[in-house]
């Protein structure tokens, strides 16, 4: 790679990073917003208080998209290091495995957890599973990644261990 390619790839990665962090800011925001603080102020202009069973189900409904968020935010940190010259090898092998983490966690919360644990607090019925299939399909590509920054980790030693031996 020319030069001229190197500043121009460390440029579109400061630029998705500055996205990445107007992303997780401004979707957190509205998630913190609709189940925080428009509750909040609804307790303080009308005196309806959140009951422990409003501000529980609230933060079930919070916690995939919260994951979700952390994926992106792994992301963006990993283009700032990357525009920073930080090598890619290790970089990506630790993002990919944040990313897969949170996705698949946030993937499996929506699918399995999501509609027992709102059931629980809430006291009603519901099936067992929700039907989520961008849920299931973020949990699938979230495994895929998690092991693929193992590969790759993996792939990082056996040459490190390649090289001593040249």
């Not at 790839?9 to 957190?28: D, K, N, T």
């Not at 069973?53 to 990993?78: E, N, Q």
């Not at 990644?145 to 040459?159: E, H, M, S, T």
């Amino acid at each position: 790679m020319s030069r001229a390619d190197i500043d121009r790839f460390r440029l579109r990665c400061r630029q998705f990073r500055w996205l990445a962090i107007f992303m997780v800011c401004s979707v957190g925001l509205l998630l913190a917003s609709m189940h925080l603080i428009f509750p909040a102020l609804n307790w303080a202009v009308h005196g309806r208080a959140m009951t422990a069973r409003d501000t529980l189900t609230s933060l079930i409904w919070m916690t995939s998209p919260a994951l979700y968020l952390f994926a992106v935010w792994s992301i963006g940190s990993a283009m700032g290091q990357l525009a920073g010259g930080r090598l890619i090898q290790p970089v990506l092998a630790a993002a990919l495995r944040k990313v897969g983490l949170a996705l698949g966690l946030g993937g499996l919360f929506s699918v399995f957890a999501l509609t027992n644990l709102l059931r629980l607090v809430r006291g009603g019925h519901g099936g067992w599973l929700y039907f989520d299939v961008s849920g299931m399909t973020l949990g699938m590509i979230g495994g895929a990644l998690f092991l693929l920054g193992r590969v790759i980790d993996q792939a990082g030693r056996v040459q490190a261990e390649l090289d001593e031996m040249i």
